[in-house]
């Protein structure tokens, strides 16, 4: 089979598809003798090719997969009637990631780690397809255990779970937001704080609003004319 008519019947398959296609789901379907490598390749070079177009093609979950671009993807759920119910809520997150970071491990691991029930949310990941059982664990009662699947990996866009990022690169991430944080606030304590305009007090006033009247000082030669002084940085954060 000539290269360009193993592309063609690739990028077909590929569009067909709705999940990762793997150069052994090819080799497997073709049987026509085409190496895994030259596959492989074939998948690589599309991929190249479909950088300068208007939809992707992702290595994800162990395979490739014809994707939308990012910048569009309002009207593609507009269009397919997502809505906010199919995201994940800040505790399945909170599971996901115990699971995904220490699997396999029990429903009563996940908890001891959380510190709350987690048996509902356990249900909806399940439902969700982003995990799934792994067996039951060697203890008395025989729990089930729980670990991350491939929709896991298509659903956050990783080739394979080594692409998590590592406890070092959250702790670097985090740092670094703490940094900036840190110099923002000295920048701002840093601002020269203007000296309040003296303004009439009974300057645009409204007639409807009570009057605030002021007792006179009788000039002496001796007493400085009074200034206003400027509020301390302490009291600007205080008020904010």
């Known amino acids: ?11 077909n398959i590929l569009l067909a598809s709705d ?6 789901d090819l080799q497997s379907t073709l049987m026509n003798g085409s190496e895994k490598a030259e ?4 998948l690589e070079e599309l991929q190249e090719e479909y950088r300068s177009r208007n939809i992707k093609i992702e290595e994800v979950a162990g395979g490739f997969q014809l994707c939308t671009r990012p910048e569009v993807s309002d009207w593609v759920r507009k269009f397919l009637k997502l809505d906010k119910t199919t995201k994940l809520s800040q505790p399945s997150l909170d599971t996901l990631s115990i699971i995904a970071y220490k699997q396999p491990l029990t429903k009563q691991e996940v908890e001891e780690i959380r510190g709350v029930d987690c048996g509902g949310v356990i249900r909806t990941l399940l439902d969700k397809k982003v995990v799934g059982p792994a067996g039951r664990k060697k203890v008395p009662g025989r729990p089930i255990m729980y670990r991350t699947t491939r929709k896991f990996l298509e659903y956050f866009g990783l080739k394979d779970l080594v692409d998590l990022p590592t406890l070092e690169d959250l702790q ?10 840190v110099q923002e606030e000295m920048d701002f304590n840093a601002s020269p704080v203007q ?12 007639e409807n609003q009570p009057q605030l009247v002021v007792p006179e000082k009788k000039p002496t030669s001796s007493q400085d004319e009074e200034s206003v002084s400027s509020p301390s940085s302490h009291d600007l954060d205080s008020n904010i």
């Open 1 to 11: 089979m000539e290269r360009e008519e193993l592309k063609s019947i690739v990028e």
């Open 19 to 24: 999940q990762p296609v793997t150069p052994d």
């Open 39 to 42: 596959l492989k390749s074939v």
């Open 172 to 181: 670097e991430e985090l740092s670094g937001e703490l940094d900036a944080n």
């Open 195 to 206: 000296d309040a305009p003296v303004k009439d007090i009974n300057e645009n006033t409204n």
